[in-house]
Nanobody
Framework: QVQLVESGGGLVQAGGSLRLSCAVS????????MGWFRQAPGKEREFVAR????????YYADSVKGRFTISRDNAKNTVYLQMNSLKPEDTAVYYC????????????WGQGTQVTVSS
């Protein structure tokens, strides 16, 4: 079973930065597309960013474009989300997910890490 473990969340002031990490178990990480999602209290989970298996292509939600950067290190089985210029509306639990085919449907999910941005 593939396991995903997020880390790097915390409390930060508006305008600050955080880098989230997601460590993925198994030997086929380099075949997965990876994504980051978030869920704020009382809201549905929403897409944040996606990266292809080789890291050659990235995609972002309009709300984070220009502020967040998704990247990956296939040698370390890890995907990252660098978050700059954070806003209070970025407050949410952030989840990483793996798309193993890839098909756009995510098969494996982490447990989430809390990001809180104070104003």
């Amino acid at each position: 079973q593939v396991q995903l473990v997020e880390s790097g969340g915390g409390l930060v002031q508006a305008g600050g930065s955080l880098r989230l990490s997601c460590a993925v178990s198994g030997r086929t990480f380099n075949t997965y597309a990876m994504g980051w999602f978030r869920q704020a209290p009382g809201k549905e989970r929403e897409f944040v960013a996606r990266i292809t298996s080789t890291g050659g292509y990235t995609y972002y939600a309009d709300s984070v474009k220009g502020r967040f950067t998704i990247s990956r290190d296939n040698a370390k089985n890890t995907v990252y989300l660098q978050m700059n210029s954070l806003k209070p509306e970025d407050t949410a639990v952030y989840y990483c997910a793996a798309d193993r085919k890839p098909s756009g449907a995510y098969n494996y999910w982490g447990q989430g890490t809390q990001v809180t941005v104070s104003s």
